[in-house]
């Protein structure tokens, strides 16, 4: 049997713990190789007031977070695009010539073809990515779920002109959900009680929450990661410069809850079935590796 091995590309220096850690710690358990790309250094991330005295600038505290979750989650290999990171829609810092935001307005393709080449590379039959609404908007989110869905086809496409690698046919793209799904349209209604304006959340009033459960999509595979909840835990606890994912979030907005509760809610990791095409919009399994060939 070929190794079984698994992508997940994603943008930032801790979406792969806040996100997936649950999941990747799972298959890490059942041999697979799993590689992370990573789009961003994360440079441009608003750093928590428990590193305000660093002398180290933020990306290299960021990856320095990120080589921690690493060896927790046991993720075989890093590879870093290294694009600047970008803000919000509509935020000045966009206009940077190396962010990935701008990079994917104006040279898409270059974008494309370098995951195209990793997955020539590399060779994962599974890959997994953000939703098409980046999870919550943001622009790296969207942009590096854009390339990637389209380096997906182009990696098997003998036609495609951008590498010299040969094809390869990766068997399954999956998008990943927010964890605790069915739960997230109580928090909205529990923060409505406090008083708070859903739509304009986060340190700098641009997280829309009520956009993230509208643009959530149908799940069709269920993964049990509640034996995995600790390293999980443990992973997102690396990222101390982003608030370890308390201040903000799924795990946030998890963390008042006990934990046999949380164990319940969150256990189970939500994933869209992009490629194969799923039949209908219900859950049909619960293995990403389900139906994977040689
Ligand atoms: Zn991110």
Redesign the pocket.
């Known amino acids: 049997m070929t190794q079984k091995k698994m992508m997940i590309v ?3 220096p ?2 792969e713990s806040f996100g997936s850690g649950g999941l990747i710690a799972k298959y890490v358990a059942q041999g697979v190789q799993v590689d992370y790309v990573c789009a961003t250094d994360g440079d441009m991330g608003t750093p928590d007031e428990a590193i305000a005295n660093e002398q180290s600038t933020l990306a290299e505290i960021r990856l320095r977070e990120l080589e921690c979750s690493k060896q927790i989650l046991g993720i075989n290999e890093i590879i870093r695009l290294q694009y600047q990171d970008s803000g919000m829609l509509g935020d000045e810092s966009n206009k940077a010539e190396n962010c990935l935001w701008y990079q994917w307005q104006n040279h898409a393709d270059n974008v494309t073809q370098r995951l195209v080449e990793i997955f020539r590379q590399v060779q994962p039959q599974v890959i997994v990515t953000f939703n098409r609404f980046g999870g919550y908007g ?1 622009p ?2 969207i942009a590096i779920q854009q390339a990637t869905a389209q380096a997906f086809t182009l990696a098997s496409d003998d036609s495609y002109a951008g590498s010299s690698l040969l094809p390869y046919k990766p068997q399954k793209l999956y998008y990943a959900s927010i964890p605790a799904e069915k739960f997230y349209g109580f928090y909205l209604m529990l923060l409505r009680l406090q008083g708070k304006d859903v739509r304009r959340m986060g340190l700098n009033r641009d997280l829309d929450l009520q956009a993230v459960q509208d643009n959530l999509e149908p799940t069709h595979t269920l993964i049990d990661v509640r034996d995995y909840m600790d390293l999980w835990d443990q992973a997102s606890d690396c990222h101390i410069s982003q608030g370890q994912g308390r201040n903000t979030g799924t795990r946030g907005m998890l963390a008042v809850l006990p934990a046999w509760l949380r164990r319940r809610i969150a256990g189970y990791d939500r994933l869209t079935r992009v490629f194969p095409e799923p039949i209908g919009s219900e859950i049909d399994e619960y293995d990403l590796f389900k139906g994977v060939t040689d």
Request: no cysteine.
């Open positions: 994603y943008a930032h801790d979406d943001h790296d989110h």
